[in-house]
Each structure stands twice: as structure tokens, then as C-alpha cells.
């Protein structure tokens, strides 16, 4: 019987490698590295981001130690850059920058470098505290935007660096050079009547990401009368509210929604963003807004992608939903599903969980314990050691199956494109119009709100 034990756990590894490879799909193609954007004129001089500040992880968000760091994974950050500061050494790289056509290294806002600090910043060195949720995964900067710089569009007229067109060349380039998790802590809110033509592009971007097995995570928005997103309710926060994107919406430390959080049903979860210490510092300043609240999100996808690496992105999500804290009246528009809670994301059974059904097995399947993580045998290769992992989950190989992430409740409403339908073409380029369906075909990508 030893025997036949070890052959079907054999076979189960095998089937759940090939799950995980089938479920990748192919490879994303590469946009190539970003130009220099036309026109571009620095307006305002740069904030440079400090070393790091007192705390990068909003509490109680802290994972339990010991389970997983998110080493080995790569979270591409698209914002306005990532500075090489001291927590991120060793584990950052660029990954193009859409304004000079630099590496995506240089952070002129300082709002970049603080996104990724809560992400994946290393504990202070002297005090031991403020890691960010996952300090052992590398950092992928893509620089997209900036307001500290405008471009120049073919009508002579300039408008604030960073557009639709540029964030969807930056998704593809990030699933290109490998992430497994994208944070986009930027939004543009477009009508919805016009959501569909104006977000073509980045609409295709997110599917192909989906498609490729790369989770995309991105900040609902802040409410901001000078920006796209006035709080309009026929207004769609994009890439948001696209159902292959998980949609983080702010609380506070009680849990609270906060107020300057966009609502709508196409919210799936929320984390802290109102009044945590300055990522970047400098020591007593705050921050708030969910471009801090989605990197709570992504580092907890990250770490969940090097605990589980058997499962898919959606299934990565999923988790996710199942786990967070509900709220007292079920599922709403602004917190979605409830409030991560990192903990419950990595120590919750079965593997497979559902949104909506906390702690229940996916329907059709068996239970399936976590695996139990062990020290790696010396010597041992890392795709043999993936297969170990793989065999733990036991009957997980025969139970690898697609779960929809979002409930169908919350397509209603909800804003532009259908995840099976056709993603339709990029903008136009060059001397063409700038307007599609009434929307800027450039209109500008805003980081999810000024509440620095």
C-alpha cells in the first residue's frame, strides 16, 4: 500500500504542476522598454522620498511570522516610480519609466516609494518593526505618471504625464518581465457610457494579465473635486472596476469606510489607508488614501503566491475574499467583501475557499489541508521543491478547478466591458482625434487621490 500511496501522490504532484502551467497561459508579449512621452516639462520641482519612515505595515494588517515573506515573488509597482531607498535593497528593480524613458527608478512625488514601502518594505534596522507585508519579495517599478510633469498633446495644448494608453503599455510590460502580482495605486474616472471606447486598451491589458496568470490589484480611488474622480455617481474608477481586477477599497483603524473612498459594486475588499505613519517618513507624518490600502492587498497576494504555489491568480484572490473580516451587514459597495486580514488569508482551510462561503470547500471538491511547510533538504532543487509542496495539498491535483472571483450580485451596474467579450483595440496615436465617446483619448492617470 506504501507503494500505491506514493505513486498517487506522485501523480498528484505531477497533475497539479501541470494545472498550475496550464492555468498561466502564454506568454504576454513585451510592449518594450518606454520611451521618452513628447512634450514632457517638469512644472514643479521634486519631493525626494526619505529613507524609510517609523512604518510601512497598517496595523492589524501584520501577517503572522514564519509562513512566508513573498521571497521569490516579484509585485510590479505602477506609480510615479520607486526610489532605491535603504529597505528595498537588494530586492528593487526598474522596470521602465514612461515619462524619460529612464528605469523607472526615480520618484519625483514620493507616492511610488511609499506604495512599495508598505508593500514590501524591510523591517527598521534599529528598531526591528515596520516591515511592510511582504519584506521578502522584489519590487518591479514601472513609472507611469507624475505631477510634478506635463506632456504636450498634437493640439499644442499640455495635460498632467500619464494616461490611459501609457498605464495599459505598463501592465503589459510588468506581466512581461515576470510579476505575478501588479499593484496600481492610480485611477481615472471616465462616464460610464463612455467607460468602454475610452478604456479599450487598458481593458485589454488587465484581461491579458488575467489571462497569463498574474493577479492585477488596484486602489478603488479618493473622492477629488479637482481630479477625474469628483465622486459623480455615473463616474467608473479605472482600472477598478474591471471584473478581472481585485478593487480595494480604505478603512480606517476601526474598520470604518473611509470617506474619501470611491464605493461602488465593484469593490471587492478593503485595508487600511486613513492616517498611517508615513511609509517614506519623514517621523510623526501621516498618509492616507487607498493608493496605501492596495498594497496591503498585493503583499498579501504575494505572500500567498509563495505559500501556495499551486494556486491560480483567481484562486489567490479568492482567498482573499473568503478571508476578510465581514461586515456586520454582509458584502456592501464600500468595503466589497469585508477587510483583508493577511493571517486568516494564510492559515484558513480548506486550500480552496470561495467568497461567500468562509471556510467552506469549493463546491465539487473534497476538503484539502494546507500544506505544512517545511525546511528545504539541502541540495534540493527548487522545481523539485515546488513539487513537494504541490503533493502536499494531496487531493488538490484533482481538484484545481476555475471559481469565479466576483459574485454575480455585483454585476450589475458595474461598469465597462464583459470578461468574455472582445477587449477592443488601443487609442490612436499621432495626429488623431483626442475624444472618443466624449472622453479624452489621453486623459490623464491620476495616483488614487491627494491625501498625502
Keep these: 500500500m506504501s507503494g500505491l500511496r506514493t505513486a498517487t501522490a506522485l501523480a498528484a504532484a505531477a497533475l497539479a504542476v501541470l494545472a498550475a502551467l496550464a492555468a498561466a497561459g502564454p506568454a504576454a508579449a513585451d510592449p518594450g522598454p518606454p520611451r521618452p512621452a513628447d512634450g514632457l516639462r517638469q512644472t514643479t520641482g521634486c519631493t525626494e522620498p526619505g529613507p524609510g519612515g517609523p512604518g510601512s505595515t497598517p496595523p492589524p494588517s501584520a501577517p503572522p511570522p514564519g509562513l ?3 521571497a521569490g515573488r516579484l509585485v510590479a509597482v505602477i506609480d510615479t516610480g520607486v526610489a532605491p531607498v535603504p529597505r ?4 528593487l528593480q526598474g522596470g521602465g519609466d514612461y515619462l524619460t524613458g529612464g528605469d523607472g527608478l526615480t520618484d519625483c512625488d514620493g507616492h511610488g516609494t511609499g506604495v512599495a514601502l508598505v508593500l514590501a518594505g524591510a523591517a527598521d534596522p534599529v528598531t526591528g518593526g515596520g516591515a511592510g507585508i511582504a519584506p521578502g519579495a522584489g519590487v518591479l517599478s514601472l513609472r507611469q505618471s507624475s505631477t510634478r510633469f506635463v506632456v504636450g498633446d498634437p493640439d ?3 495635460r498632467p504625464a500619464g494616461d490611459i494608453a501609457t498605464l ?3 501592465i503589459r510590460r510588468a506581466v512581461a518581465l515576470g510579476a505575478s502580482v501588479v499593484n496600481v495605486s492610480q485611477v481615472v474616472c471616465v462616464p460610464a ?6 478604456g479599450a486598451a487598458l481593458h485589454a491589458a488587465v484581461t491579458a494579465a488575467a489571462a497569463a496568470d498574474v493577479l492585477v490589484v488596484a486602489a478603488a480611488g479618493n473622492v477629488d473635486p479637482a481630479g477625474t474622480c469628483t465622486g459623480d455617481p455615473d463616474l467608473r474608477p479605472l ?3 474591471y471584473d478581472e481586477v481585485l478593487a480595494v477599497g ?6 470604518h469606510p473611509a470617506g474619501f473612498s470611491i464605493a461602488g459594486p465593484w469593490i471587492d475588499v478593503a485595508a487600511p489607508g486613513v492616517d498611517l505613519p508615513a511609509p517614506a517618513g519623514p517621523e ?3 498618509v492616507s488614501g487607498t493608493s496605501y490600502a492596495a498594497p496591503v492587498v498585493a503583499g498579501t497576494a504575494a505572500l500567498l503566491r509563495e505559500r501556495f504555489p499551486m494556486l491560480t491568480a483567481g484562486q489567490v484572490a479568492d482567498r482573499i475574499l473568503a478571508t476578510a473580516r465581514r461586515p456586520a451587514a454582509g458584502r456592501d459597495d464600500r468595503v466589497g467583501t469585508g477587510v483583508v486580514d493577511p493571517a486568516a488569508a494564510l492559515t484558513a482551510e480548506p486550500l480552496l475557499l470561495v467568497p461567500g462561503h468562509h471556510g467552506g470547500a469549493a463546491a465539487g471538491t473534497g476538503r484539502v489541508p494546507l500544506p505544512v511547510p517545511a525546511a528545504p533538504r539541502a541540495g534540493l532543487p527548487t522545481a523539485a521543491g515546488v513539487g513537494a509542496v504541490a503533493a502536499g495539498g494531496g487531493a488538490l491535483a484533482l481538484a484545481l478547478t476555475a471559481v469565479r472571483r466576483r459574485p454575480a450580485a455585483r454585476d450589475s451596474g458595474r461598469s465597462p466591458g464583459h470578461p468574455g467579450g472582445p477587449p477592443g483595440g488601443p487609442p490612436g496615436a499621432g495626429g488623431s482625434p483626442r475624444h472618443v465617446g466624449g472622453v479624452p483619448r489621453g486623459r490623464e492617470v491620476q495616483r488614487s487621490g491627494p491625501r498625502q
Excluded at 457610457?193 to 475610452?198: F, K
Design 68 to 70: 512566508a515573506s513573498g
Design 88 to 91: 528595498l535593497a537588494g530586492r
Design 156 to 158: 499644442g495644448s499640455e
Design 168 to 170: 495599459a503599455s505598463a
Design 193 to 198: 457610457a463612455a467607460a468602454d471606447d475610452a
Design 239 to 241: 482600472p477598478a472596476a
Design 250 to 255: 480604505a478603512v480606517d483603524a476601526r474598520d
Design 284 to 286: 510623526g507624518a501621516v
